[in-house]
Nanobody
Framework: QVQLVESGGGSVQPGSSLRLSCAASGFTFSLYPIGWVRQAPGKVLEWVSTINSDYGTTSYADSVKGRFTISRDNAKNTLYLQMNSLKPEDTAVYYC??????????????????WGRGTQVTVSS
């Protein structure tokens, strides 16, 4: 079955960097759009970023654009999220998500079919 396992979260100071990883298994990783969704304490889910399966086109939420970079290594079945210039408002549980079809709107959280269990990122001084 499909499994998405996140890692790389932690507690850092504002301005720091972290790289999240998502190890995928149980499906042909290279064929599907995959991305990240986060949930801050007491807030609703927020789409962060997605990378498509075709030419690796990427999209980002305005709140992270210019600071976060999404990438995928199809040979390793792994998704990454490089997070730079972290802010306290980036504090959240970050979920790896995958869709089993082409997404017309990558920010539509309800269109993602598979979810990991999440990794905590805390940004605090």
């Amino acid at each position: 079955q499909v499994q998405l396992v996140e890692s790389g979260g932690g507690s850092v100071q504002p301005g720091s960097s972290l790289r999240l990883s998502c190890a995928a298994s149980g499906f042909t990783f290279s064929l599907y759009p995959i991305g990240w969704v986060r949930q801050a304490p007491g807030k609703v889910l927020e789409w962060v970023s997605t990378i498509n399966s075709d030419y690796g086109t990427t999209s980002y939420a305005d709140s992270v654009k210019g600071r976060f970079t999404i990438s995928r290594d199809n040979a390793k079945n792994t998704l990454y999220l490089q997070m730079n210039s972290l802010k306290p408002e980036d504090t959240a549980v970050y979920y790896c998500v995958c869709a089993d079809e082409i997404l017309h709107d990558p920010s539509a959280i309800s269109d993602y079919d598979y979810w990991g269990r999440g990794t905590q990122v805390t940004v605090s001084s």
